[in-house]
């Protein structure tokens, strides 16, 4: 069975950036096109220069879901106006740029490649070195968009489409503890609010309605708790998926549904919690020296206010600090694709041109192939 191992070329120049850079990244994974302008000091501080998104939630909302090819389209069509609206809020051009960084997988291979493409052009027409960013990296280090985050820490992954724990020690020097076997958590949180008719995006109308339930009320329903015999630090979501949608198929008052939404919410934020604390252990064993170690939670679940207050008492209750994105940095944004290429292009890394839009790119490529969560296919580890 053949697979992809593209993972994007980078070459090291002779000597590592020493003073600030400034960097226009761009990115077109999904439903979102975005540009943003990040300069990031000689210490690591950072400064968010512009940030804009277009969403085209209206584009998919008839389908419930995104559709490749509508977005592909509209990120063709809209990509140059973003780019331009970014340049001039951040109040600089192209001569202001050392660098330009941009999303090569994963996603949808289509929309990957309307941004890459771009950025290559960015490159060779201004003369400026390209830096392809694995847009999983870009959420690794979307919490130091907020403030600074010292290597080492761990890293929950937590998304429509990832949903994962990583040790993270730097730049493209990361492990993964564990994954889902089936579903994101984010792609639960959708398909449970699809199943119950609350329209799209799933996620935040869950969210809404879950706040007008009760929990006495959501204990009335009997969600399945997935993996409890495990040692590991993964995920399965199918199970309670499949369960929320079959409930919900006898609910008809709105209070009933509110009360599952809820009971939802918290049975996914009880499995992110109870999978992180075996994984925070495991963090504390591989680093003891560290008197009060960090917890990032990044992706857009990363915004569920539950997610966040179980994931803090986790956290905190085995003495660590959890630090998650400003909120404008929680879903898919280009400022942590900016600040990415930032730190690889001061550690002298830069892509070439030839460098390929990937669908699939594991953070930890080492350990997706060695031990895959999931079969291998032509398009490569999925995580």
Known sequence: MSMDTRAAPYSTGPETATGPLTLLGIETSCDETAASVVR????????????VVHSQIDDHAAYGGVVPEIAARSHVE???????RALTDAGC???????VAATAGPGLVGGVMVGLSYAKGVAMGRGLPLVAVNHLEGHAVSARLGRPVAWPFLLLLVSGGHCQLLEVRGIGDMTRLGTTLDDAAGEAFDKIAKAMGLGYPGGPA??????????EGAGRFDLPRSLLGRRDCDFSFSGLKTAA?????GLETEADKADLARAVQNAIARQLAERSVRALDLFREHHPDLDRPVFVVAGGVAANATVRACLT???GARGFDLVAPPMAYCTDNAAMIALAGAERLRLGLTSDLAVAARPRWPLDEARALSNPAHALGRKGAKS
Do not use: C, F, P, Y
Not at 40 to 50: K, M, N, P, R, W
Not at 93 to 98: E, G, Q, V, Y
């Open 245 to 249: 949608a079959r409930l919900s198929q």
């Open 40 to 51: 990031q000091a000689a210490d690591g501080t950072v400064e968010v220069l512009s940030s």
């Open 313 to 315: 008492e986790a956290a």
């Open 93 to 99: 051009d192209w001569t202001a740029l050392d660098g």
């Open 78 to 84: 809209t990509i140059d106006g973003i780019v331009r």
């Open 206 to 215: 869950l969210e809404r309605l879950a706040a007008t339930g009760t929990d």
